[in-house]
């Protein structure tokens, strides 16, 4: 498999998956569901604790501004691999404890269940969960942005280097979804395909 075959595949979350954040400091950015997040991880290396598997390694609280109070999380992610589980993946996160609010301090009773959330995002993306949305190179339904031009030619070249009609049929299929509405990249997604199709048919390798 191709170093960034997994990656890339990895990268893109749904439409449904994405929420656009209405109002702070992260207004107009997207949020991404968790669940999307763990389904992916299920689907590339099997059911949590047997494909792959994380561990809290820390909690711990720090003050904030005036009476504020944050939460942090260290996790390590692990994912079975052909040779045993892999070396730990790290990952932060936090989130507020107590927050100054208009009608005073507020107490959140899930600010460990958040940073832990927030960690495991850290973590998963080193391994490409959602990586183009924090690229800012996807929107849910298509590439934008500088990255849209190599992310096609890493299309191109796992449709050219397909080993069989099946392979070629799938990469074919998840290339055209990635590019829906983008009439020139799927001409040349296209163009790829039938060059790849014809070789395979001739033999060739």
């Known amino acids: 498999m191709d170093n960034l075959e997994l ?10 998956a994405l929420k656009t954040i209405a109002a702070g400091r992260l207004k107009g950015k997207s949020d991404i569901n968790p669940q999307w997040r763990y389904k992916a991880m299920t689907e590339a290396f099997g059911p949590c604790g047997s494909g792959w598997r994380y561990t809290i390694d820390r909690q711990w609280t720090e003050k904030g501004a005036g009476d504020e109070v944050m939460a942090f999380v260290n996790v390590s992610v692990y994912v079975r691999t052909a040779e045993g589980w892999s070396e730990a993946i790290p990952g932060t996160g936090g989130s507020m404890l107590v927050a100054k ?20 995002s850290v973590a998963l993306k080193f391994l490409g969960v959602a990586a183009a949305i924090y690229a800012g190179e996807w929107d ?66």
């Open 101 to 120: 609010e208009k009608n005073g301090p507020y107490n959140s009773d899930e600010a460990f269940k958040m940073a832990t959330t927030d960690a495991l």
């Open 140 to 205: 849910g339904t298509k590439y934008i942005g500088a990255g849209a031009d190599d992310t096609l030619m890493q299309w191109e070249g796992y449709i050219s280097s397909a080993a069989s009609m099946e392979e070629l049929q799938k990469n074919f299929g998840e290339a055209w979804t990635a590019y829906k509405g983008n009439a020139q990249a799927q001409a040349a997604l296209t163009k790829a395909k039938d060059e790849r199709k014809k070789a395979l048919a001739n033999g060739s390798a």
């Open 7 to 16: 990656y890339n595949k990895l990268s893109r979350p749904p439409a449904e």
